[in-house]
Nanobody, 118 residues
């Protein structure tokens, strides 16, 4: 059973930084694409960043240049470095896995809360 656990969320002031972690157990991370998503209060979940098994990152425009996704397959860990945080980045953040060659996100973490406020 593959499980994902996010950590690293918290309260931060605008302009600050946070580094989210996603620990994967029960499976080899190297077999999966990884995505970071978020769900702001009262809104739908949105995709933020994806990293392929070949370590190629992709970002949505709203976070490009501020957020950086990385992976350490040996440690079964994925990270999201978030810089220059804005109030509108407040959300619950999730990591998810897609099997290489697949077309849907099949494993999800429980989420970690990020609040950006002065």
């Amino acid at each position: 059973q593959v499980e994902l656990v996010e950590s690293g969320g918290g309260l931060v002031q605008p302009g600050g930084s946070l580094r989210l972690s996603c620990e994967v157990s029960g499976g080899a991370l190297s077999s999966y694409w990884v995505g970071w998503f978020r769900q702001p209060p009262g809104k739908e979940r949105e995709s933020l960043a994806t990293i392929t098994v070949r370590n190629s990152p992709y970002y949505v425009d709203s976070v490009k240049g501020r957020f950086f996704i990385s992976r350490e397959d040996v440690k079964n860990m994925v990270f999201l470095q978030m810089n220059s945080l804005k109030v509108e980045d407040t959300a619950v953040y999730y990591c998810a896995l897609m099997k290489r060659g697949g077309d849907s996100w099949i494993y999800w973490g429980q989420g970690t809360q990020v609040a950006v406020s002065s």
